[in-house]
């Protein structure tokens, strides 16, 4: 089992809708909770960080840990063909980033 | 400022032939990454630097080596290409100071083909 698991998906959803991106992980370790945004054959931009467990709000965007389930959630309110990129999401336990397979996210005018 | 730059953008080559990927950051940061971020697997750490003169291994160092003489440089290194390390890879840096947030800046990425 890898340290962290993401659905790679495409996630396809109409301009306007809520997406909610999600990685489990496997390592408690874990204290420090990242999300990278990456456009097409561009290289990849941190988009949000939490540290352990709870909400974070910047924007359209929020960021959640559950540390007791070892899951953390992206949601994106009102979403744009703008956000159309893959989402990464990276974890780290004061050392170096693991990353989670990144989800494909198609959003449609 | 550029920020983080690699060189070459892309690059063929054959099996055992060698080069070297150059990364460049005019951020004065003190960390340096070299990704490689393949189909289904994500991105994989596979060397990095805390400082000027030091590296260390990643998650899949093996056929790679790295060289930071320069704050500013981060040199990734094939002695001997392989199939297996056509990939695309991203050099990051990261300034002093932001952990344990780990803010790292990344570069547009290196396409390699090895053939």
């Known amino acids: 089992q890898k340290e962290v698991e993401q659905d790679p998906g495409p996630l396809s959803v109409p301009e306007g809708a809520i997406v909610s991106l999600n990685c489990t992980y496997s390592?408690?370790?874990?204290?420090?909770f990242m999300w990278y945004r990456q456009y097409s054959r561009k290289g990849p931009e941190l988009l949000m960080y939490?540290?352990?467990?709870g909400n974070k709000e910047d924007g359209r965007f929020t960021a959640q840990v559950d540390k007791s389930s070892k899951y953390i959630s992206l949601f994106i309110r009102d979403s744009q063909p703008s956000d159309s990129a893959t989402y990464l999401c990276?974890?780290?336990?004061?050392?170096?980033?693991?990353f989670g397979k990144g989800t494909m996210l198609l959003v449609s005018p | 400022n550029a920020g983080v730059t690699q060189t070459p953008k892309f690059r063929v080559l054959k099996t055992g032939q060698s080069m070297t990927l150059l990364c460049a950051q005019d951020?004065?940061?003190?960390?340096m990454y070299w990704y490689r971020q393949d189909p289904g697997m994500g991105l994989r750490l596979i060397h990095y630097s805390v400082g000027e003169g030091t590296t260390a291994k990643g998650e899949v160092p093996d056929g790679y080596n790295v060289s930071r003489l320069k704050k500013q440089n981060f040199l990734l290194g094939l002695e001997s290409a392989a199939p297996s390390q056509t990939s695309v890879y991203f050099c990051?840096?990261?300034?002093?100071?932001?952990?344990?947030?780990?803010?790292?800046?990344f570069g547009p990425g290196t396409r390699l083909t090895v053939l």
């Open positions: 990051a840096s990261e300034p002093l100071g932001t952990r344990p947030t780990d803010t790292q800046y």
């Open positions: 939490t540290y352990s467990s």
């Open positions: 951020m004065n940061h003190e960390y």
């Open positions: 990276a974890m780290s336990a004061r050392s170096t980033l693991t």
């Open positions: 390592n408690s370790a874990f204290q420090y």
